[in-house]
């Protein structure tokens, strides 16, 4: 356990220390978040409607921003086959590398959305449901946009290549995400989608830690 | 899986096996999708309803059908490259994902033609047509990751384990977006209790479809011959500049 307590404090280190990783990401959130008004107009009624959806699609957005770099510098500097050669199996490394990666790129997400819920005046009785259904979907993101992140090691244009492939397979837990929401709002069981969310949760982190590790097999071979 | 399936992992026989199935699977091809489109085009009934709007039907339909089938097929030949190294079974996924994405373009253009007088509106947000499109997007994801590495086999693991984890959520994505919305018309033909399509149109549709079926494993035997041919050619230019004898 204290492999993956170290793996865990040097991930957080490297992005939250100089360079700024994570206080980027968290930027990017806010000023993503704020454009929409100037976007489609400063009607609090519309803004309230869409509000669910603008910050959940943001942060969608912002854990994309942050995925290209997941593995990226592992790979460069040798520190990934280092990890493989360990006596510990790569899902492990792969689980330590995704809590420190969602400690500073999908807390702080969840932590700030009330303020952007506000600012998008949303109704105050869905904030805490929002703020729960990023507090389990963020994770989520994590985890599938890690597969991405390991698939695309070595490519010529990793980028764009990341949201190609990670955001159709995200579709999922955004719509229950936006679905607990749009429930508190309808007046309709907030728990069914929540649940659902917390499901894929549940289902998905061992089949993405599974992904991820082969495919950064792959990358090291 | 099967013992066969093995013996094709070989190229040379499946080369052997290609050649003579293809003048077959050509054929019933042009027979069948020629055959059910004028049967489905000209001599069958319109619809009460539609009109003579629903013969969009003969083409979208199997057109949605081989889109599925496809991925389908590309996820098991990705499984048996990944987990027996079978090159040629990868080779044959490669081959069959710009197939897929054609026929699932096909089905989402027609869809679009047929939705404009049906529905009045070319797109809407519905479940199927919502999870069509995702399908297209994980089509163009694998064939975006298979060419974006240098080296080409290295690409061609990274997209199968892709269409691996494609394959997985595909059911979650069917199922979020029918929860999301709905208003395409539910499955009516294979359905508990038999089809609620007439006779009259059910046939054209079905030899049309085994006419794009047959299309398909036709053109896939041709995309898997090319591909080999090109990776063959890779290996041998790769073993000519370094010299070897």
Redesign the interface.
């Known amino acids: 356990m204290t492999t993956f307590g170290a793996l865990v404090r040097r991930d957080i280190a490297l992005a939250t220390r100089r360079g700024g990783d994570a206080a980027l990401t968290l930027v990017f959130f806010v000023v993503a978040v704020a454009v929409f008004p100037f976007g489609v107009g400063p009607d609090p009624d519309l803004l309230a409607r869409i509000a669910a959806g603008i910050i959940w699609v943001t942060a969608l957005l912002a854990s994309m921003t942050s995925l290209e770099r997941l593995y990226r510098g592992d790979l460069e500097d040798g520190s990934l086959e280092i990890m493989a050669l360990s006596t510990q199996p790569v899902e492990f490394q792969v689980a330590a590398k995704c809590l420190a990666h969602w400690l500073t790129s999908g807390l702080p997400v969840v932590v700030l959305s009330p303020l952007m819920a506000m600012l998008l005046n949303l109704d105050v009785a869905a904030w805490w449901i929002l703020v729960v259904s990023l507090a389990i979907g963020t994770p989520i993101l994590c985890l599938v946009g890690s597969?991405g992140a390991a698939?695309?090691l070595?490519?010529?244009?990793?980028g764009a290549?990341i949201g190609?492939?990670v955001?159709?397979?995200q579709?999922?837990v955004m719509?229950?995400g936006i679905?607990a929401v749009e429930a508190v709002l309808r007046g309709s069981p907030v728990l069914p989608p929540l649940l659902i969310e917390a499901a894929?949760l549940i289902a998905g982190t061992p089949?993405a830690l599974w992904?991820s590790a082969?495919?950064l097999r792959?990358a090291i071979e | 899986m099967t013992p066969s399936f093995h013996r094709l992992a070989n190229p040379a026989r499946f080369q052997k096996f290609a050649r003579r199935a293809l003048p077959w699977s050509w054929a019933v091809a042009v027979l069948a999708i020629g055959s059910g489109f004028v049967w489905g085009l000209a001599l069958s009934p319109a619809d009460y309803q539609q009109g003579d709007t629903v013969r969009v039907m003969y083409v979208h339909v199997p057109a949605a059908w081989m889109a599925m089938a496809c991925y389908g097929l590309m996820a098991l030949l990705s499984a048996f490259f990944?987990v027996w190294k079978h090159q040629l079974a990868g080779i044959a996924a490669l081959a069959a994902a710009p197939v897929g994405a054609c026929f699932t373009a096909i089905a989402l253009i027609t869809g679009s033609l047929w939705g404009k007088p049906t529905w009045g509106t070319w797109w809407v947000w519905d479940a199927r047509l919502t999870s069509v499109l995702?399908l297209f997007?994980?089509y163009?994801?694998y064939l975006?990751?298979a060419g974006?590495?240098?080296?080409r086999s290295?690409?061609l693991?990274?997209a199968s384990?892709?269409a691996?984890?494609?394959i997985?959520?595909l059911p979650?994505?069917k199922?979020?977006?029918d929860?999301?919305n709905t208003l395409h018309q539910p499955a009516s033909i294979l359905r508990a209790g038999g089809p609620s399509i007439h006779a009259s149109m059910l046939w054209p549709l079905m030899i049309t479809a085994l006419g794009f079926a047959a299309f398909l494993v036709a053109i896939l035997l041709v995309r898997i011959r090319s591909e080999l041919a090109l990776w063959r050619t890779e290996a041998l230019m790769r073993r000519h500049t370094r010299g070897a004898p």
């Open positions: 597969i698939l695309v070595g490519a010529r244009k990793s290549l190609l492939i955001l159709p397979l579709v999922p719509i229950f679905g894929l089949l992904a082969v495919a792959m | 990944l995702v997007f994980l163009l994801g975006a990751l974006a590495f240098d080296d290295r690409g693991r990274a384990l892709l691996l984890v494609g997985i959520n979650i994505i199922f979020s977006v929860w999301w």
